[in-house]
């Protein structure tokens, strides 16, 4: 393995159509869904929960995770960090953690410029895994995700349900802004008039402030 020993990261050997998944996940509901649509490989010591290729893995946060507190941000730190690899950050949205959402968007998209992708459980996330490999293996040198542009650029199903979180856009709007503004790096970047041709003064100045204002 080619993996950095001492901080978990690092380019690992993932055959094609094969998830490498963190030995802290086998036996796991998340883990009992993939059985079957993919094929999984167990190693020790990762800091990524899963590798879905060489160069691009999963950190996933819990609701769990989120609820006790900011410890999830050493590892995401860890992988963004990393020039061998990049991280796509998916994360457990339930009623429990969703006042805590917010804040992990924040970090991990404004401040980290990863991907972030919310999941309402473990069976959703493993349909969302097995997607991600699924893409890779019909066309790995155009999956966005994978591009240099460390996560500026997500691919369209997952870009558009994080621009849906930005208060005030929901699914109607969400659309009508990556039109305009194809990437969270330009959306963050446009101002007040801008977003006011798409969405209106009120909602302009909800994205504005989501983007601008410190949590």
């Given at each position: 393995m080619e993996r950095n020993p001492s901080d978990g990261t690092g380019p690992v050997h993932v055959p094609l159509g094969h998830v490498v998944a963190n030995e802290k996940w086998?036996?796991?509901q998340l883990v009992q869904d993939m059985?079957?649509?993919i094929k999984l490989i167990f190693e020790d010591g990762l800091t990524p929960d899963f590798y879905l290729?060489?160069?691009?893995?999963?950190?996933?946060?819990?609701?769990?995770?989120?609820?006790?507190?900011?410890?999830?941000r050493k590892r995401l730190v860890r992988v963004r960090n990393s020039s061998n690899i990049q991280g796509i950050v998916v994360v457990e949205k339930t009623r429990m953690s969703e006042q805590y959402f917010p804040a992990l968007?924040?970090?991990t998209v404004l401040d980290l410029g990863m991907v972030l992708l919310p999941v309402a459980s473990?069976?959703?996330?493993?349909?969302?895994?097995?997607?991600?490999?699924?893409?890779?293996?019909?066309?790995?040198?155009?999956?966005p995700l994978l591009g240099k542009k460390r996560a500026l650029l997500l691919s369209?199903?997952?870009?558009?349900?994080?621009v849906q979180q930005i208060p005030g856009v929901g699914k109607v709007k969400a659309p009508l802004l990556l039109?305009?503004?194809?990437?969270?790096?330009?959306l963050s970047n446009a101002s007040i008039p801008e977003l006011e041709q798409v969405v209106g003064q009120a909602v302009a100045q909800q994205i504005h402030?989501?983007?601008?204002?410190?949590?």
């Amino acid at each position: 393995m080619e993996r950095n020993p001492s901080d978990g990261t690092g380019p690992v050997h993932v055959p094609l159509g094969h998830v490498v998944a963190n030995e802290k996940w086998r036996g796991s509901q998340l883990v009992q869904d993939m059985q079957g649509k993919i094929k999984l490989i167990f190693e020790d010591g990762l800091t990524p929960d899963f590798y879905l290729s060489k160069r691009c893995c999963v950190l996933y946060v819990t609701e769990a995770d989120l609820v006790a507190g900011n410890g999830y941000r050493k590892r995401l730190v860890r992988v963004r960090n990393s020039s061998n690899i990049q991280g796509i950050v998916v994360v457990e949205k339930t009623r429990m953690s969703e006042q805590y959402f917010p804040a992990l968007q924040k970090f991990t998209v404004l401040d980290l410029g990863m991907v972030l992708l919310p999941v309402a459980s473990q069976m959703e996330a493993s349909g969302l895994i097995i997607q991600l490999v699924q893409e890779q293996i019909k066309e790995p040198s155009k999956n966005p995700l994978l591009g240099k542009k460390r996560a500026l650029l997500l691919s369209e199903p997952s870009l558009l349900r994080t621009v849906q979180q930005i208060p005030g856009v929901g699914k109607v709007k969400a659309p009508l802004l990556l039109q305009k503004f194809p990437s969270i790096q330009k959306l963050s970047n446009a101002s007040i008039p801008e977003l006011e041709q798409v969405v209106g003064q009120a909602v302009a100045q909800q994205i504005h402030a989501f983007f601008t204002q410190p949590r």
